[in-house]
Nanobody
Framework: HVQLVESGGGSVEVEGSLTLSCVASGITYVGPCMGWFRQIPGKERERVATMGGYGRTSYSASAAGRFTITRDKGKNVVYLQMDNLKPGDTGTYYC?????????????????WGQGTQVTVS
C-alpha cells in the first residue's frame, strides 16, 4: 500500500521561501519517478517539478529558476525548495509517484498521490 505524506506548506509573503517535503512509503525499491504538482483554484492540476530515478529533473516554465526538487539519497523522500514566491504560486501542492517506467510530466501518468498541502503567497 503506497502512501505519500506531504508537509511544509503554509503562508508566506511575496518573494519569500518555503520548502515542501514528501515521504513515500510502501514502495519496494528506491528511486521511482517522483514529482510535485499543484492545483490553482479554477485551473487544472499542473506539473511543477519531477525527478527520475537517476536524478534527472524537469521543471515547468514557471518553476524553473525559482524552485528546486531534491531527493534524500537512498530514500523515497523528495523536497521542493521554493524561492522568490509569487501570488500566482498560491495553490494546493501535491506529491506524486510513478511506479511504471519513465518519468513523464502529465499528472495522469502518476499512480499515487499525497493529500496535498496548501501554499498561500500574499
Amino acid at each position: 500500500h503506497v502512501q505519500l505524506v506531504e508537509s511544509g506548506g503554509g503562508s508566506v509573503e511575496v518573494e519569500g521561501s518555503l520548502t515542501l517535503s514528501c515521504v513515500a512509503s510502501g514502495i519496494t525499491y528506491v528511486g521511482p519517478c517522483m514529482g510535485w504538482f499543484r492545483q490553482i483554484p479554477g485551473k487544472e492540476r499542473e506539473r511543477v517539478a519531477t525527478m527520475g530515478g537517476y536524478g534527472r529533473t524537469s521543471y515547468s516554465a514557471s518553476a524553473a529558476g525559482r524552485f528546486t526538487i531534491t531527493r534524500d539519497k537512498g530514500k523515497n523522500v523528495v523536497y521542493l525548495q521554493m524561492d522568490n514566491l509569487k501570488p500566482g504560486d498560491t495553490g494546493t501542492y501535491y506529491c506524486a509517484v510513478r511506479l511504471n517506467s519513465g518519468c513523464p510530466i502529465r499528472p495522469g501518468d502518476f499512480e499515487h498521490w499525497g493529500q496535498g498541502t496548501q501554499v498561500t503567497v500574499s
